[in-house]
């Protein structure tokens, strides 16, 4: 029998305080952005989604674009996010209704299927295609190899969370055995924690590793993603009774997002970061540029964000792997917890 969902699911920090949008954009901003809007006019009833996200971080940076660039709001979308600090915590909200959808890792919609409740997610945009993870290291490596982690403590996330799985997994590939992986840090607390001298490895997202390296605290080492390879670590989810309730609005967010990632991939440096920074305050304007372009170099965002079969598996192959998913509870149909029919209807 799988553990209860909090347990499981990524819990990766205690601090659920809303996080604030950018101010309204200017007039002149407005104006620009109704001169370059699609042929496609913004509803005229504008619909309040309840967002959440499992963390702020870069890594999604798509859907801070689809704010910061008025995408949402062409689409008749007005965007209320907090950040849950956690997968479970976003799973949890869609349940309780305190959220009309959640980004969130997709073995959550995995776990809640299995519970048989009545209360079902479901995966229908899929934004990431890596894990979004690096591997710091507190002196200089040279030509690093998995061995180098060999006797030593590495600062991980926490069990049961899609990072955690995938370094575990990674590990598992590499035959790296007697590296000490410290799970037990809430995410808000690990670079701190690295910093004051614990650990002689850490494994963080942007733009906390890039931060770290400007302190001169931490060493690049690895990119977890592209070391793995393919691996769909954070979804759009929300239930299967809102989904069906509100198409309109489901679609029209895919739309939206979609938008941010084609900007993205054709934006300057320098425009990028001028969208970002309101989302990363106190952040340094060269640490958001390494940190898309880090994501970027990886492949982490598809103009097409679809959950497909083969990463289905992929996904199901490291739950099963890391002992999270017994091999009998492998959902044999992927449409039991993924409907991609409003990604399939993108041009």
Known sequence: MLL???????????????????????????????????????????VTVKFSEVIRSIFYAPH??????????????????????????????????????????????IYIYNQEGDNKIKIFHQLTMKDGSFLLSREPIEDFSWSDLEGKTVIGW?????????????????????????TNLASPAMAGAFASGQGDFIQLFEPVASTLELEGAAHYVASIGEMYGNFPETSY?????????NPEVVERFVRAVTKGTAWLMTAGDDEIAEVLMPFFEGTPKEVVIQSVNRY????????????????????????????????????????????????????
Do not use: H
């Open 64 to 109: 801070y674009v689809a704010i910061g660039q008025g995408f949402f709001e062409e689409e008749g979308l007005e965007i209320d996010m907090n950040t849950a600090q956690g997968s479970d915590k976003g799973a949890a909200a869609l349940i309780a209704g305190t959220a009309d959808i959640s980004l969130v890792g997709p073995e959550t919609a």
């Open 158 to 182: 926490r069990p049961g969370s899609a990072p955690q799985m995938v370094m575990n997994s990674q590990l598992l590939r590499e035959g790296v055995t007697g590296a000490d992986v410290v």
């Open 237 to 245: 989810v929300a239930t299967g009774d809102y989904i069906a309730s």
């Open 296 to 347: 970027k170099a990886q492949d982490t965002w598809s103009e097409k964000p679809e959950l497909t079969q083969e990463m289905f598996d992929i996904l199901q192959d490291v739950l099963v792997e890391n002992g999270v998913l017994k091999e009998e509870e492998r959902i044999t149909e992927m449409s039991d917890v993924v409907d991609m029919s409003f990604v399939n209807q993108l041009p």
């Open 4 to 46: 209860c969902l909090m347990l499981m699911i990524a819990a990766c920090g205690t601090n659920n305080e809303p996080q604030a949008s950018p101010p309204p954009a200017s007039a002149e901003e407005g104006a620009a952005a109704e001169e370059n809007r699609t042929e496609t006019e913004a509803p005229a009833e504008v």
